[in-house]
């Protein structure tokens, strides 16, 4: 098969990647666009196209050279192709087939929320099937992963991912942007108990997420909050009251997925966690918890793999070629692509078709 090469371009990280057959990583580069859309608080989709554009090449050369091949050594090129911000995607579906056609390789399109959910096989070792709680900036799901191409949605966010509902709460605080690590660090030491939030979805039926009521809750605490030397530790309260109903939200969900995927698959035995919120150490700690209780195996793969990556996508690359399912989507990018097809449409990021 010979050495993939993975592209990645959806949102507002440009990556590359060369994995051997074997799955062992020859190269891996990134680029954030942080800086960029930092003044803006929120990713800017045209920036984030354009940088995509100015980078992806060097990028390429970088890891292609750390792996030391040549283009005519790889077997074949896996890129994301959906779902995300259509600018980045078509960057990247463009940039693999012009190399593609150029020294005849296959181009493998891949669905990133596949990349994300495939990655702890790699990591791991996770088994099929497995329970996927995936937490990012652009998506909040819940999928139990029967096999390669085989996806079953138990649950999604009805309007803002997670991720996003931690940079808009660091917005509005004036935290700064990527939003996630700046809350956490100010909710350190913090009283998760000072401000009572909702606990969106908490009880109801099903396992969809909602956030955006949650963030609009703290939108009208922020102007309450004193002003002068109390406002730090006011806020480092609610910082720490917006994490605890997140989490208690996220951990009810999660449950009451458990329990669903039980009685599907009963052989499943472990919890796979993505996304870049998974880097949160509180929500670690809800989640060592929650498996425990539930007698499942947590795993996460480390935090530079849990966020997007190019050694996801190669590795999905190599996956889909293994299984025989490198032609099953046409090369083309799409802004929405449900991983599971017969899920119901969910207004929340990325499950439209
Ligand atoms: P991704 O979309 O997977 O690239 O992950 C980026 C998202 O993860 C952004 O929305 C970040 O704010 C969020 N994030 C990163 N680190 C943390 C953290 N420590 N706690 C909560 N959210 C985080
Ligand atoms: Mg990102």
Redesign the pocket.
Known sequence: MGPVLGLETS???TAVAVLAEDGRILAQTRSSQDDEHAPFGGIVPEIAARAHALRLDRLIARAMAEAGLHFRDLGAIAVTAGPGLIGGLAVGVVTAAAIGSVHRLPVVPINHLEG?ALTARLTDGAAFPYLLLL?????SQLIAVEGVGRYRRLGTTLDD???????KV?KLSGLG?????????TATGGDPSRYALPRPMVGQPGCHFSFSGLKTAVRQVLPTLPEGPERAAALADLCASF?QAAFDAVADRTAKAVRRFRERWPDGRELVV??????????RRRLDDLAARQRLCLKVPP?EL???NGVMIAWAGIERLRAGLESEHPLQARARWPLDPEAEPAPGAGVKA
Not at 161 to 167: K, W
């Open positions: 949102c507002d990280d994300h937490l990012s900036g652009g998506h991912a997670l991720g996003e509902a931690f940079d660091a942007f990527p939003g996630g690590p700046a809350v956490e660090r994490q993505a996304g870049g919120v998974a880097a949160n150490r509180a929500l935090p849990c966020t997007d």
